[in-house]
Protein backbone atom coordinates (compact mmCIF):
# COMPACT_ATOMS: atom_id res chain seq x y z
CA UNK A 1 0.00 0.00 0.00
CA UNK A 2 1.55 3.70 -0.74
CA UNK A 3 1.64 6.09 1.99
CA UNK A 4 -0.11 9.30 2.35
CA UNK A 5 1.17 12.20 2.31
CA UNK A 6 -0.92 13.96 5.52
CA UNK A 7 -3.73 12.98 8.14
CA UNK A 8 -6.83 12.98 6.37
CA UNK A 9 -9.87 15.20 7.49
CA UNK A 10 -13.40 14.29 8.66
CA UNK A 11 -14.25 11.79 10.90
CA UNK A 12 -11.67 9.97 13.44
CA UNK A 13 -12.40 8.02 16.65
CA UNK A 14 -9.25 9.90 18.73
CA UNK A 15 -6.60 12.41 17.63
CA UNK A 16 -4.15 10.14 20.06
CA UNK A 17 -3.20 6.71 19.72
CA UNK A 18 -1.11 4.21 21.39
CA UNK A 19 0.81 1.42 19.94
CA UNK A 20 2.49 -1.06 22.44
CA UNK A 21 5.43 -2.49 20.97
CA UNK A 22 7.73 -3.73 23.63
CA UNK A 23 6.64 -7.45 23.92
CA UNK A 24 9.64 -9.89 24.16
CA UNK A 25 7.80 -12.03 22.03
CA UNK A 26 8.64 -15.28 23.48
CA UNK A 27 6.16 -17.61 21.82
CA UNK A 28 7.30 -16.85 18.36
CA UNK A 29 10.69 -17.78 18.62
CA UNK A 30 13.03 -18.97 16.98
CA UNK A 31 11.73 -16.05 14.65
CA UNK A 32 12.17 -13.63 17.55
CA UNK A 33 16.01 -14.65 18.90
CA UNK A 34 17.86 -12.07 17.44
CA UNK A 35 14.92 -9.46 17.13
CA UNK A 36 11.52 -8.17 18.55
CA UNK A 37 8.60 -9.29 17.34
CA UNK A 38 6.79 -5.97 16.16
CA UNK A 39 10.15 -5.87 13.51
CA UNK A 40 9.02 -9.06 12.05
CA UNK A 41 8.25 -8.67 8.67
CA UNK A 42 4.67 -9.11 7.19
CA UNK A 43 4.99 -8.66 3.01
CA UNK A 44 7.42 -5.77 2.73
CA UNK A 45 6.87 -4.23 6.76
CA UNK A 46 7.97 -5.07 10.00
CA UNK A 47 4.47 -5.47 11.95
CA UNK A 48 5.09 -1.77 13.66
CA UNK A 49 4.82 -0.15 10.42
CA UNK A 50 1.71 -1.68 9.52
CA UNK A 51 0.36 -0.63 13.07
CA UNK A 52 1.64 3.47 12.37
CA UNK A 53 0.22 2.47 8.99
CA UNK A 54 -3.03 1.79 10.04
CA UNK A 55 -3.54 4.55 12.74
CA UNK A 56 -2.24 7.06 10.48
CA UNK A 57 -4.49 6.16 7.09
CA UNK A 58 -7.22 4.39 7.97
CA UNK A 59 -7.72 6.09 11.68
CA UNK A 60 -6.46 9.68 10.86
CA UNK A 61 -4.56 9.64 13.89
CA UNK A 62 -1.98 12.63 14.24
CA UNK A 63 -0.53 11.91 17.32
CA UNK A 64 0.71 8.64 18.43
CA UNK A 65 3.10 6.96 21.18
CA UNK A 66 4.83 3.90 20.57
CA UNK A 67 5.93 1.76 23.32
CA UNK A 68 9.15 0.10 23.31
CA UNK A 69 11.36 -2.40 25.22
CA UNK A 70 14.69 -0.44 26.43
CA UNK A 71 17.25 -0.80 23.97
CA UNK A 72 15.55 -1.62 20.83
CA UNK A 73 17.39 0.39 18.63
CA UNK A 74 16.06 -1.00 15.24
CA UNK A 75 12.07 -0.26 16.47
CA UNK A 76 13.25 2.96 17.69
CA UNK A 77 14.87 4.12 14.18
CA UNK A 78 11.69 3.18 12.32
CA UNK A 79 8.98 4.90 14.84
CA UNK A 80 11.09 8.29 15.27
CA UNK A 81 11.73 8.06 11.35
CA UNK A 82 7.83 7.53 10.85
CA UNK A 83 6.53 11.15 10.69
CA UNK A 84 9.07 11.93 7.68
CA UNK A 85 6.31 10.00 5.70
CA UNK A 86 3.41 12.08 7.11
CA UNK A 87 3.32 15.61 7.47
CA UNK A 88 1.49 16.84 10.80
CA UNK A 89 1.91 13.58 12.56
CA UNK A 90 4.07 12.95 15.60
CA UNK A 91 5.29 9.93 17.23
CA UNK A 92 6.58 9.80 20.83
CA UNK A 93 8.82 6.96 21.83
CA UNK A 94 8.33 5.51 25.79
CA UNK A 95 10.41 2.80 26.85
CA UNK A 96 10.16 0.26 29.53
CA UNK A 97 12.92 -1.94 30.80
CA UNK A 98 10.73 -4.87 31.48
CA UNK A 99 9.05 -6.24 27.82
CA UNK A 100 7.49 -8.89 30.17
CA UNK A 101 5.06 -6.25 32.44
CA UNK A 102 1.77 -7.30 30.37
CA UNK A 103 -0.41 -4.61 28.29
CA UNK A 104 -2.21 -3.22 31.54
CA UNK A 105 1.03 -2.22 33.02
CA UNK A 106 2.02 -1.25 29.33
CA UNK A 107 -0.59 1.43 28.98
CA UNK A 108 -0.02 2.89 32.49
CA UNK A 109 3.86 3.53 31.93
CA UNK A 110 2.90 5.86 28.85
CA UNK A 111 -0.18 7.53 31.25
CA UNK A 112 1.31 10.58 31.39
CA UNK A 113 1.33 10.90 27.59
CA UNK A 114 -2.40 10.09 27.49
CA UNK A 115 -4.60 12.58 28.75
CA UNK A 116 -7.72 12.37 26.01
CA UNK A 117 -9.36 9.77 24.79
CA UNK A 118 -7.05 7.53 22.83
CA UNK A 119 -7.10 4.13 19.95
CA UNK A 120 -5.12 1.31 21.21
CA UNK A 121 -3.62 -1.05 18.45
CA UNK A 122 -1.31 -3.90 19.17
CA UNK A 123 1.41 -4.08 16.35
CA UNK A 124 1.45 -8.08 16.80
CA UNK A 125 -2.35 -8.05 15.20
CA UNK A 126 -2.23 -8.13 11.41
CA UNK A 127 -5.78 -6.97 9.19
CA UNK A 128 -6.52 -7.08 5.80
CA UNK A 129 -9.08 -5.48 4.09
CA UNK A 130 -11.06 -4.35 7.44
CA UNK A 131 -13.18 -1.55 8.43
CA UNK A 132 -11.09 0.26 10.97
CA UNK A 133 -11.50 3.73 9.07
CA UNK A 134 -15.57 3.08 10.76
CA UNK A 135 -13.99 2.98 13.87
CA UNK A 136 -16.53 5.42 15.77
CA UNK A 137 -15.79 8.20 18.54
CA UNK A 138 -16.28 7.17 22.30
CA UNK A 139 -19.70 7.52 23.38
CA UNK A 140 -19.85 10.15 26.10
CA UNK A 141 -19.97 7.94 29.68
CA UNK A 142 -18.38 5.18 28.07
CA UNK A 143 -15.10 3.71 29.74
CA UNK A 144 -13.82 1.82 26.72
CA UNK A 145 -14.60 0.50 23.03
CA UNK A 146 -13.49 -3.34 21.94
CA UNK A 147 -13.13 -3.96 18.42
CA UNK A 148 -14.28 -7.80 17.75
CA UNK A 149 -14.93 -10.09 14.86
CA UNK A 150 -18.39 -11.53 14.79
CA UNK A 151 -18.76 -15.41 14.33
CA UNK A 152 -15.71 -16.94 14.84
CA UNK A 153 -14.77 -20.71 15.88
CA UNK A 154 -14.01 -21.13 19.83
CA UNK A 155 -10.42 -22.64 18.53
CA UNK A 156 -9.70 -19.34 17.55
CA UNK A 157 -11.28 -16.79 20.77
CA UNK A 158 -9.52 -19.24 23.11
CA UNK A 159 -6.05 -17.27 22.43
CA UNK A 160 -7.54 -14.11 22.41
CA UNK A 161 -10.69 -13.29 24.30
CA UNK A 162 -14.07 -13.76 24.21
CA UNK A 163 -17.37 -11.20 24.82
CA UNK A 164 -20.48 -11.69 25.82
CA UNK A 165 -23.14 -9.19 23.93
CA UNK A 166 -26.67 -8.39 24.79
CA UNK A 167 -28.51 -6.30 22.41
CA UNK A 168 -25.46 -4.61 21.01
CA UNK A 169 -23.69 -4.07 24.91
CA UNK A 170 -20.75 -5.73 25.91
CA UNK A 171 -21.28 -7.70 29.39
CA UNK A 172 -18.70 -9.40 29.81
CA UNK A 173 -15.12 -10.58 28.70
CA UNK A 174 -12.85 -13.06 29.05
CA UNK A 175 -9.09 -13.44 28.64
CA UNK A 176 -8.35 -16.56 27.03
CA UNK A 177 -11.51 -19.06 27.58
CA UNK A 178 -10.67 -22.08 28.50
CA UNK A 179 -13.86 -23.67 26.46
CA UNK A 180 -15.03 -21.14 24.26
CA UNK A 181 -17.87 -21.24 22.38
CA UNK A 182 -18.89 -19.71 18.78
CA UNK A 183 -18.56 -16.21 18.56
CA UNK A 184 -17.40 -12.78 19.05
CA UNK A 185 -13.49 -12.94 19.11
CA UNK A 186 -11.79 -9.84 20.58
CA UNK A 187 -9.25 -8.13 18.92
CA UNK A 188 -6.49 -5.64 19.97
CA UNK A 189 -8.65 -2.94 19.01
CA UNK A 190 -9.48 -0.35 21.52
CA UNK A 191 -10.86 3.19 22.48
CA UNK A 192 -9.98 4.14 25.55
CA UNK A 193 -11.40 7.22 27.71
CA UNK A 194 -8.73 8.75 30.02
CA UNK A 195 -10.66 7.33 33.01
CA UNK A 196 -9.43 3.75 32.58
CA UNK A 197 -6.10 4.85 33.65
CA UNK A 198 -7.50 5.24 36.96
CA UNK A 199 -8.74 1.86 37.12
CA UNK A 200 -5.45 0.52 35.70
CA UNK A 201 -3.71 2.51 38.66
CA UNK A 202 -6.06 0.98 41.12
CA UNK A 203 -5.44 -2.28 40.32
CA UNK A 204 -1.58 -1.96 40.17
CA UNK A 205 -1.83 -0.90 43.36
CA UNK A 206 -3.39 -3.42 44.62
CA UNK A 207 -1.58 -6.49 43.24
CA UNK A 208 1.76 -4.70 43.74
CA UNK A 209 4.12 -6.57 41.76
CA UNK A 210 1.47 -9.38 40.20
CA UNK A 211 0.53 -9.15 36.59
CA UNK A 212 -2.44 -7.48 35.62
CA UNK A 213 -4.55 -8.63 32.67
CA UNK A 214 -6.38 -5.84 31.05
CA UNK A 215 -9.33 -8.05 29.98
CA UNK A 216 -9.78 -9.22 33.20
CA UNK A 217 -10.05 -5.94 34.37
CA UNK A 218 -12.31 -4.35 31.77
CA UNK A 219 -14.55 -7.37 32.67
CA UNK A 220 -14.39 -5.94 36.87
CA UNK A 221 -15.50 -2.44 35.26
CA UNK A 222 -18.25 -4.32 32.89
CA UNK A 223 -19.77 -5.63 36.20
CA UNK A 224 -19.83 -2.73 38.82
CA UNK A 225 -21.51 -1.18 35.87
CA UNK A 226 -19.08 0.42 33.68
CA UNK A 227 -20.06 1.37 29.75
CA UNK A 228 -17.87 -0.77 27.58
CA UNK A 229 -18.95 -0.71 23.57
CA UNK A 230 -18.69 -2.92 20.79
CA UNK A 231 -17.24 -2.22 17.26
CA UNK A 232 -17.99 -5.07 14.27
CA UNK A 233 -14.51 -5.58 12.97
CA UNK A 234 -14.75 -7.12 9.60
CA UNK A 235 -11.97 -8.59 6.63
CA UNK A 236 -9.44 -11.11 7.91
CA UNK A 237 -7.27 -11.37 10.73
CA UNK A 238 -4.19 -12.90 12.41
CA UNK A 239 -3.18 -12.81 15.71
CA UNK A 240 0.59 -12.90 15.52
CA UNK A 241 1.84 -15.21 18.41
CA UNK A 242 3.91 -18.03 16.74
CA UNK A 243 5.88 -18.86 14.21
CA UNK A 244 2.95 -20.26 12.62
CA UNK A 245 1.05 -17.20 13.37
CA UNK A 246 3.73 -15.15 10.91
CA UNK A 247 3.81 -17.75 8.59
CA UNK A 248 -0.24 -17.12 8.17
CA UNK A 249 -0.21 -13.68 8.04
CA UNK A 250 2.75 -14.02 5.26
CA UNK A 251 0.39 -16.27 3.51
CA UNK A 252 -2.51 -14.06 3.12
CA UNK A 253 -0.53 -10.89 2.27
CA UNK A 254 1.56 -12.85 -0.29
CA UNK A 255 -2.18 -13.57 -1.99
CA UNK A 256 -3.36 -10.40 -2.06
CA UNK A 257 -1.75 -9.82 -5.42
CA UNK A 258 0.52 -11.38 -7.82
CA UNK A 259 4.57 -10.51 -6.01
CA UNK A 260 6.88 -8.49 -7.59
CA UNK A 261 9.91 -11.06 -8.73
CA UNK A 262 13.31 -10.35 -8.52
CA UNK A 263 16.00 -12.60 -10.11
CA UNK A 264 19.43 -12.05 -8.64
CA UNK A 265 21.78 -13.46 -10.80
CA UNK A 266 25.83 -12.89 -9.00
CA UNK A 267 28.19 -13.08 -11.84
CA UNK A 268 32.30 -13.28 -12.58
CA UNK A 269 33.55 -12.90 -16.11
CA UNK A 270 30.14 -13.89 -17.98
CA UNK A 271 30.44 -12.05 -20.79
CA UNK A 272 29.82 -15.13 -23.16
CA UNK A 273 26.24 -15.95 -21.15
CA UNK A 274 25.29 -13.20 -19.37
CA UNK A 275 22.83 -11.33 -21.71
CA UNK A 276 21.10 -14.75 -22.73
CA UNK A 277 20.20 -15.63 -19.17
CA UNK A 278 19.04 -11.72 -18.49
CA UNK A 279 16.81 -12.01 -21.76
CA UNK A 280 15.97 -15.39 -21.25
CA UNK A 281 14.35 -14.29 -17.18
CA UNK A 282 13.45 -10.50 -17.95
CA UNK A 283 10.15 -11.05 -19.51
CA UNK A 284 8.99 -13.09 -16.58
CA UNK A 285 9.93 -10.67 -13.61
CA UNK A 286 9.71 -7.28 -12.34
CA UNK A 287 13.54 -7.22 -12.39
CA UNK A 288 16.97 -8.77 -13.17
CA UNK A 289 19.51 -7.81 -10.80
CA UNK A 290 22.99 -8.96 -12.18
CA UNK A 291 25.50 -9.19 -9.04
CA UNK A 292 29.05 -8.18 -10.96
CA UNK A 293 31.79 -9.66 -8.76
CA UNK A 294 34.70 -6.99 -10.07
CA UNK A 295 34.22 -8.57 -13.88
CA UNK A 296 37.65 -7.47 -15.82
CA UNK A 297 35.37 -8.30 -19.34
CA UNK A 298 32.15 -7.27 -20.53
CA UNK A 299 29.97 -9.24 -18.15
CA UNK A 300 28.41 -5.68 -16.82
CA UNK A 301 28.19 -3.80 -19.89
CA UNK A 302 26.01 -7.07 -21.56
CA UNK A 303 24.16 -7.68 -18.57
CA UNK A 304 22.77 -3.54 -18.74
CA UNK A 305 22.14 -3.88 -22.78
CA UNK A 306 19.80 -6.80 -21.78
CA UNK A 307 17.83 -4.97 -19.69
CA UNK A 308 19.42 -5.93 -16.16
CA UNK A 309 20.13 -3.62 -13.52
CA UNK A 310 23.81 -4.06 -12.82
CA UNK A 311 25.20 -3.74 -9.34
CA UNK A 312 29.14 -3.69 -8.94
CA UNK A 313 30.61 -5.04 -5.68
CA UNK A 314 34.36 -6.34 -5.30
CA UNK A 315 33.62 -9.02 -2.32
CA UNK A 316 35.08 -11.80 -1.52
CA UNK A 317 32.79 -14.61 -3.13
CA UNK A 318 29.64 -16.16 -4.29
CA UNK A 319 28.08 -15.97 -1.20
CA UNK A 320 29.05 -12.47 -0.35
CA UNK A 321 27.74 -11.33 -4.43
CA UNK A 322 24.44 -13.07 -3.19
CA UNK A 323 23.84 -11.37 -0.21
CA UNK A 324 24.77 -8.25 -1.71
CA UNK A 325 21.83 -8.78 -4.17
CA UNK A 326 19.63 -10.16 -2.34
CA UNK A 327 20.03 -6.78 0.31
CA UNK A 328 19.65 -4.59 -3.23
CA UNK A 329 16.63 -6.37 -5.06
CA UNK A 330 13.31 -4.91 -5.04
CA UNK A 331 11.22 -7.28 -4.90
CA UNK A 332 8.51 -9.08 -2.80
CA UNK A 333 10.11 -12.96 -3.87
CA UNK A 334 13.48 -12.98 -4.33
CA UNK A 335 15.00 -15.61 -7.29
CA UNK A 336 18.82 -16.57 -7.25
CA UNK A 337 19.86 -18.24 -10.49
CA UNK A 338 23.24 -18.98 -12.01
CA UNK A 339 25.03 -16.91 -15.03
CA UNK A 340 26.10 -19.50 -17.27
CA UNK A 341 22.43 -20.50 -18.53
CA UNK A 342 22.44 -24.31 -16.92
CA UNK A 343 19.03 -22.86 -15.07
CA UNK A 344 15.90 -21.84 -17.27
CA UNK A 345 13.09 -19.80 -16.85
CA UNK A 346 10.71 -22.64 -17.87
CA UNK A 347 10.93 -23.86 -14.27
CA UNK A 348 9.98 -20.25 -12.91
CA UNK A 349 6.48 -20.93 -12.48
CA UNK A 350 6.92 -24.18 -10.78
CA UNK A 351 8.99 -22.72 -8.38
CA UNK A 352 6.54 -19.20 -7.65
CA UNK A 353 3.92 -21.91 -7.46
CA UNK A 354 5.27 -24.05 -4.58
CA UNK A 355 5.81 -19.96 -2.87
CA UNK A 356 2.14 -19.99 -2.21
CA UNK A 357 2.51 -21.98 0.80
CA UNK A 358 6.35 -22.53 1.79
CA UNK A 359 8.94 -19.48 2.62
CA UNK A 360 11.93 -21.42 1.07
CA UNK A 361 11.78 -23.34 -2.79
CA UNK A 362 14.82 -24.77 -3.99
CA UNK A 363 15.76 -26.60 -6.89
CA UNK A 364 17.33 -30.18 -7.04
CA UNK A 365 19.71 -30.93 -9.99
CA UNK A 366 19.56 -34.98 -9.01
CA UNK A 367 16.94 -36.11 -10.11
CA UNK A 368 18.01 -38.28 -13.37
CA UNK A 369 15.11 -37.25 -15.80
CA UNK A 370 16.09 -33.39 -15.67
CA UNK A 371 19.68 -33.32 -15.69
CA UNK A 372 19.91 -32.61 -19.58
CA UNK A 373 23.12 -34.17 -21.56
CA UNK A 374 26.36 -32.68 -21.04
CA UNK A 375 25.76 -31.15 -18.48
CA UNK A 376 28.53 -31.32 -15.12
CA UNK A 377 26.33 -33.51 -12.91
CA UNK A 378 28.38 -36.36 -13.10
CA UNK A 379 27.67 -39.72 -10.78
CA UNK A 380 29.93 -38.71 -7.89
CA UNK A 381 29.10 -35.20 -8.14
CA UNK A 382 24.73 -36.15 -8.36
CA UNK A 383 25.84 -38.73 -5.12
CA UNK A 384 28.30 -36.48 -3.01
CA UNK A 385 25.17 -33.55 -3.32
CA UNK A 386 22.27 -36.46 -2.47
CA UNK A 387 24.38 -37.78 0.53
CA UNK A 388 25.49 -33.58 1.70
CA UNK A 389 21.34 -33.28 1.19
CA UNK A 390 20.14 -35.70 3.65
CA UNK A 391 22.28 -35.33 5.99
CA UNK A 392 21.69 -31.76 6.02
CA UNK A 393 17.67 -32.93 6.22
CA UNK A 394 18.71 -34.99 9.23
CA UNK A 395 20.61 -32.70 11.11
CA UNK A 396 17.73 -30.79 10.91
CA UNK A 397 15.12 -33.22 10.87
CA UNK A 398 12.67 -30.94 12.49
CA UNK A 399 12.54 -28.77 9.38
CA UNK A 400 10.61 -31.89 8.06
CA UNK A 401 12.47 -31.33 4.55
CA UNK A 402 13.64 -33.98 2.69
CA UNK A 403 17.01 -32.93 0.56
CA UNK A 404 18.75 -34.36 -2.05
CA UNK A 405 20.88 -30.91 -3.40
CA UNK A 406 23.01 -29.21 -0.96
CA UNK A 407 24.62 -27.11 -3.44
CA UNK A 408 21.80 -25.74 -5.91
CA UNK A 409 22.00 -21.80 -6.58
CA UNK A 410 18.34 -21.64 -8.26
CA UNK A 411 15.87 -21.35 -5.40
CA UNK A 412 13.25 -18.77 -4.77
CA UNK A 413 12.07 -16.84 -1.30
CA UNK A 414 10.04 -14.53 0.24
CA UNK A 415 11.75 -11.69 1.04
CA UNK A 416 10.52 -11.68 5.21
CA UNK A 417 12.19 -15.18 5.23
CA UNK A 418 15.48 -13.08 4.11
CA UNK A 419 15.23 -10.51 6.40
CA UNK A 420 15.20 -12.73 9.07
CA UNK A 421 18.43 -14.79 7.83
CA UNK A 422 20.23 -11.78 6.61
CA UNK A 423 22.20 -11.39 10.09
CA UNK A 424 22.77 -15.59 10.23
CA UNK A 425 24.46 -16.18 6.77
CA UNK A 426 28.39 -15.84 6.88
CA UNK A 427 30.03 -17.65 4.30
CA UNK A 428 31.31 -15.87 1.45
CA UNK A 429 31.79 -18.81 -1.36
CA UNK A 430 29.66 -21.92 -2.18
CA UNK A 431 28.80 -22.64 1.56
CA UNK A 432 26.38 -19.55 1.32
CA UNK A 433 23.41 -22.25 -0.44
CA UNK A 434 23.50 -24.80 2.57
CA UNK A 435 23.72 -21.96 5.26
CA UNK A 436 20.54 -20.35 4.08
CA UNK A 437 18.68 -23.74 4.12
CA UNK A 438 19.72 -24.74 7.05
CA UNK A 439 19.33 -21.14 8.81
CA UNK A 440 15.84 -21.73 7.41
CA UNK A 441 14.85 -24.91 8.58
CA UNK A 442 16.44 -23.84 11.81
CA UNK A 443 13.93 -20.58 11.73
CA UNK A 444 11.11 -23.24 11.61
CA UNK A 445 10.28 -22.08 7.70
CA UNK A 446 8.19 -24.06 5.54
CA UNK A 447 11.21 -25.36 3.04
CA UNK A 448 10.44 -27.82 -0.12
CA UNK A 449 12.56 -28.86 -2.53
CA UNK A 450 11.58 -29.54 -6.21
CA UNK A 451 13.22 -30.97 -8.98
CA UNK A 452 14.60 -28.75 -11.97
CA UNK A 453 16.46 -28.96 -15.15
CA UNK A 454 19.89 -28.84 -15.43
CA UNK A 455 22.03 -27.95 -18.69
CA UNK A 456 25.46 -27.85 -19.82
CA UNK A 457 27.32 -24.29 -19.34
CA UNK A 458 26.65 -21.88 -21.87
CA UNK A 459 30.40 -21.02 -22.04
CA UNK A 460 33.58 -21.31 -19.96
CA UNK A 461 33.59 -23.74 -17.39
CA UNK A 462 32.43 -23.09 -13.51
CA UNK A 463 34.16 -21.26 -10.86
CA UNK A 464 33.20 -23.61 -8.12
CA UNK A 465 33.47 -27.03 -10.25
CA UNK A 466 35.49 -26.86 -12.86
CA UNK A 467 37.80 -29.37 -11.57
CA UNK A 468 38.12 -32.71 -9.28
CA UNK A 469 39.75 -30.10 -6.80
CA UNK A 470 37.62 -27.17 -7.01
CA UNK A 471 34.78 -30.10 -6.75
CA UNK A 472 36.58 -31.48 -3.39
CA UNK A 473 37.33 -28.00 -1.95
CA UNK A 474 33.81 -26.37 -2.26
CA UNK A 475 32.39 -30.23 -1.11
CA UNK A 476 34.71 -29.97 1.91
CA UNK A 477 33.42 -26.33 2.40
CA UNK A 478 29.93 -27.17 1.95
CA UNK A 479 30.27 -30.03 4.74
CA UNK A 480 32.64 -28.30 7.38
CA UNK A 481 29.98 -25.38 7.49
CA UNK A 482 27.08 -27.94 7.84
CA UNK A 483 29.01 -30.21 10.87
CA UNK A 484 30.16 -26.31 12.60
CA UNK A 485 26.44 -24.84 12.35
CA UNK A 486 25.12 -28.35 14.16
CA UNK A 487 27.95 -28.71 16.82
CA UNK A 488 27.62 -25.17 17.85
CA UNK A 489 23.71 -25.05 18.09
CA UNK A 490 24.15 -28.86 20.39
CA UNK A 491 27.10 -26.52 21.95
CA UNK A 492 23.92 -24.32 22.98
CA UNK A 493 25.71 -20.94 21.59
CA UNK A 494 23.08 -21.67 18.77
CA UNK A 495 19.17 -21.95 19.73
CA UNK A 496 17.04 -24.62 18.46
Request: proline share 5%.
Given at each position: ??????????????????????????????????????????????????????????LRITRVVVLL????????????????????????????????????????????????????????????????????????????????????????????????????????????????????????????????????????????????????????????????????????????????????????????????????????????????????????????????????????????????????????????????????????????????????????????????????????????????????????????????????????????????????????????????????????????????????????????????????????????????????????????????????????????
Amino acid sequence: MGQSQGPHSGHRPASLALLPAAGAGVRARPLTDACSKASLEVGREALLARALRLVCDDLRITRVVVLLASGDRALERLASGWPRNYSGVTVTVVTIDDPTIGLARGILAARWHLTEPFVVVLPDEVYLRANHADLPCLAPGALALCGALPAQPGHAIARNYSLRVQDGRIVGLTEKPPRPEDGWLGCGTFVFAPEVLDVLARAAARAGAGRLELIDLLDDEVRRGARIELFALTGEYVNVNTATDWQRANDLVFGQAPPAVSVVIPAFEEEDSIATVVAEFLPHVHEVLVVDNHSRDRTAERARAAGARVLRVQVGGYGAALRAGLDQAEGDVLVLVEADHTFRAADLPRLLGFLTDHELVLGTRTARSTIQSGAAMGPLLRLGNVCAGLLLGALWWRGRARLTDVGCTYRALRRPLWSLLRSKTTAEGPAFAPELTLEALRLGARVVEIPVSYWPRMAGTSKRSGSWLETWATARAMLALILRKRLRRAGGTQRA
